[in-house]
């Protein structure tokens, strides 16, 4: 009987969908009644309508009832009638009257009103449908507020009946649409319960869910059968839709684990019929307890990703190995099962996930192939901005923590400027997509500087103050902007995450660089530990010291650390002793003293070049580290650098010998010609998609490659059988020199820009910063490699900018490649992630 009931409820549901989706011909309307009189005449007993009256219709209504003759077909499927009651000019009574008339909408049952709705809760197909079936599944939908209401129905169904939990952001979205249309055809099965309260989703979630998105999980209440034990859930891990829901209710209602008598090939179950694995535990009699046991548990943990089965050795006759234990059965057609030996559960399980992995990067790769023979017809601006505002909407029910940021009017700004040392102001707009986005990194500064002496954070809505943002010269959104009394406002031109917005804002309340008195400061400034508002502050410390004789270096260096000001941390010192200080160091004024790790380690620069623009290169280059790692901000200023890049891809943190040989390998070439660095996938997982789109699939980690951006754009793969040691790396580079390797892939030479000069934000940040490159003049310590393909790897004078660095985006050369196979003559596609 219960499998009779399941199959009419599967029935109904491919029924309803199909109604649901399918175009129409012939099928009813909206129904006209020429007055109220007429209608409630007509009504009959356990039917029901949805009842609109109106007197004469505007043409502004027309919409409105567009959506109305929409909603009448989908609410035919649920037996409600939608009737449109026209009101005579003299007719005022209840229905009809002023503040009743296309208003509300009135649900009837027979000639009882069940429920009044306004007017304005009904704006779509989905919002009428939702509501409408909300007010008739009453009993069947238990609307529930907070956990303690939650629990309550949850004890009454142990050990009866299951629980649809679904959470909405809000109600007359197409979600609840979804759930309702499903609580019409299980409602009877199952107890639906709904809720719109994010606190109520969160206290019921082991991990911080999205609350701006749809959740629903099916909770096993039946197998509860003491008090005190609690529901197992499994959640819905698809979008929540009528057809996803259906689907994860099949797979619920299931059995958990399937015994088994004959050839696996023959079997086929509901897992199998919607696309899923069925993981078959081989058993035998002696061991049929313990295999039970072990094929529920396994069940419990795949519940919703495949099914279990557990199959008699002694029933089926296999012709497979006595020892395997574990058998997978795909849903592709002529795929063989495939028999394993696993050593335990865990093995089973992520032989699944696994699985389902593989999958996904398959149809990732078949959707980026798609997608870029598309992309070429889409406008660049109205992507991003498509993600920009996607990433917000999602997000738009969490409330930002803005007490700690002042809002600022036109009555109260030039006042609150003097309130403070520093004032740190963010102009935005409250209907802009990447203001609000930004809004949300500078409430977690002020979290970050919550407390900071001489710092108030502020904001400027320039929607509701457009005035005040045109006297302050605002001219695009967002813009942050540091004032200061009696001095020239700073604006802000770095990246927008947190950790760089704070450290633009400390590293702004001393001077830059700052002027030291005595050794002991200049020492504590050595250390980090002067001045205190920079003692909690870990970038690298760095000095210039200087004698009366140098006068011009020490005019330079406070000029390059006006242009600094906000990015470096910069002391100067000057005095009678500053020789025996550089001495100190094996150095002699003018020189500079640069503090790593909390004063740790200190090495002495000597300064040969005395212009502005060669003290600000000299700086930018001596803070680079020698063996970085690669991240999304900071790979503008090493492609700056215009050199080849020696990159390591790791899974994870580099091992201790694998950093220490390329440490080594950095140090001993001082001015080397590449960048040796290294790149996280973990942290920055775009590297996944780098490594996809030069060898189509991501190859075992880690690995070390040569990619030249910026001649030839060859890229070249260590040899994944030797070790990663410094002669091993050597060596090979001496064979790429030779030309004795063959590239595995080659960059494209096309171009990317971006689409507008407003896009161009990586000319926007540090625009009176001189371009960094080479230091002329330099030599390494010996022969360097050339480039592949001919032209040297690293040349004495910095060379002409290449196309990609034209556009003012030293950051534009890894984003706009396009790299082709050159084994397969195979064009490749642009790293869009990055």
């Known amino acids: 009987m219960s499998a009779q009931k399941d199959r009419w409820v599967s029935s109904l549901v491919f029924l309803l969908f199909c109604a649901s989706s399918i175009p129409k011909c012939g099928s009813a309307s909206l129904q006209q009644e020429p007055n109220p009189q007429h209608y409630f005449s007509g009504l009959e007993a356990g039917k029901t309508s949805l009842a609109f009256f109106t007197p004469s219709v505007s043409p502004g209504a027309q919409p409105f009832w567009e959506q109305i003759e929409s909603s009448a077909e989908a609410l035919q499927d649920y037996g409600v009638s939608v009737v449109k009651v026209n009101c005579p000019k003299e007719d005022v009574s209840r229905y009809c009257g002023k ?56 004890n009454l169904l142990k050990g009866k009946s299951n629980m649809v939990f679904a959470y909405v952001p809000a109600t007359g979205t197409a979600e609840h649409r979804a759930v309702m249309e499903a609580a019409f055809v299980y409602g009877t099965i199952h107890q639906f319960v709904l809720t719109t309260e994010a606190a109520l989703l969160k206290a019921t979630s082991h991990d911080d869910p999205d609350v701006s998105s749809a959740w629903l999980s099916f909770c096993h209440c039946q197998w509860a059968t003491e008090p005190a034990q609690p529901c197992r859930r499994t959640a819905l891990a698809q979008p929540l839709t009528l057809l996803n829901i259906h689907r994860h209710l099949k797979l619920m209602g299931a059995p958990l684990v399937t015994e088994v008598a004959e050839d696996p090939e023959k079997i086929s179950t509901v897992h199998l019929q919607l696309g899923l694995p069925l993981v078959f535990i081989l058993s035998q009699k002696e061991t049929y307890e313990a295999d039970r046991r072990t094929a529920e548990f396994v069940a419990w943990q795949l519940l919703g990703k495949a099914g279990v089965a557990l199959l008699s050795r002694d029933l089926v006759e296999l012709n497979v190995l006595h020892r395997s234990n574990v058998a997978l059965k795909t849903p592709d057609e002529g795929m063989p099962i495939q028999y394993l030996v696993l050593e335990d559960t865990d093995e089973v399980i992520t032989l699944v996930e696994d699985k389902n992995k593989v999958k996904q990067i398959q149809e990732d790769e078949q959707e980026e192939e798609e997608e870029d023979e598309d992309e070429k017809e889409n406008n660049n601006q109205d992507i991003q901005d498509d993600q920009v505002v996607e990433a917000v909407s999602r997000d738009k029910k969490r409330e930002l923590p803005l007490e700690q940021i002042l809002v600022l009017t036109e009555e109260n700004f030039h006042s609150s400027l003097s309130e403070a040392a520093r004032t740190v102001v963010l102009f935005y707009a409250s209907w802009e997509a990447v203001s609000l986005a930004v809004l949300r990194s500078y409430s977690e500064v002020a979290a970050h500087l919550k407390g900071a002496p001489g710092v108030l954070l502020s904001r400027v809505n320039c929607w509701d103050w457009p005035g005040l943002c045109s006297q302050e010269n605002v001219t695009q959104f967002p813009t942050i902007r540091i004032y200061k009394e009696g001095q020239q406002s700073v604006t802000y031109g770095g990246m927008w995450e947190t950790e760089e917005l704070s450290s633009f804002i400390l590293l702004s309340q001393v001077s830059c660089p700052l002027k030291l008195a005595t050794m002991d400061e200049a020492e504590g400034y050595l250390r980090g530990e002067f001045p205190s508002e920079l003692s909690s502050h870990h970038h690298t410390s760095l000095l210039g010291v200087f004698s009366s004789a140098t006068s011009e270096a020490r005019e330079a260096f406070e000029e390059a650390g006006n242009i600094l000001s906000g990015h470096v941390r910069m002391g100067m010192y000057f005095e009678d002793d500053a020789l025996a200080l550089s001495r100190k160091y094996s150095v002699s004024p003018p020189a500079l003293l640069l503090a790593r790790s909390g004063g740790r380690s200190v090495e002495g620069i000597a300064l040969s070049k005395h212009s502005v623009q060669d003290m600000v290169q000299t700086i930018r280059h001596e803070l680079l580290d020698i063996f970085p790692e690669i991240t999304v901000p900071n790979l503008p ?198």
């Open 99 to 154: 503040e009743n008339a296309l208003r509300k909408a009135f649900l009837f049952r027979g000639n009882r009103l069940i429920r009044e709705f306004l007017t304005d809760a009904l704006f779509d197909v989905n919002s009428i449908v939702a509501n409408v079936l909300f007010a008739l599944l009453f009993n069947e939908v238990k609307y529930v507020e907070t956990l303690a209401d939650l629990e309550n129905i949850e």
């Open 637 to 834: 200023q090493y492609l700056q650098l215009g050199k080849p890049f020696l990159i390591l891809f790791s899974a994870g943190d580099i091992s201790q010998v694998e950093s220490r040989e390329m440490l080594k390998l950095a140090k001993g070439r001082p001015q080397q010609a590449f960048v040796a660095c290294w790149l996280n996938l973990e942290k920055t997982p775009v590297g996944y998609g780098i490594l996809r789109t030069y060898f189509s699939t991501t190859p075992p980690l880690p690995v070390l490659l040569w990619v030249n951006f910026h001649a030839g754009g060859q890229v070249f793969k260590f040899p994944s059988e030797q070790s990663i040691t410094e002669m091993n790396i050597l060596s090979w580079l001496e064979r790429l020199q030779a030309g004795l390797e063959i590239p595995s892939s080659t960059l494209s030479e096309e171009d990317w820009k971006p689409p507008l000069p407003a896009y161009d934000f990586l000319q926007m940040m540090e625009p009176s910063v001189p371009e960094l490159s080479p230091h002329p003049g330099d030599s390494p310590a010996q022969q360097p490699p050339k480039s592949p393909g001919g032209d040297p790897a690293s040349r004495e004078e910095p060379s002409q900018p290449s196309a990609a660095e034209e556009g003012g985006s030293p950051g534009r050369g890894l984003r706009g490649t396009a790299p082709r196979l050159a084994a397969r003559d195979k064009q490749g596609r642009r790293h869009s992630e990055l």
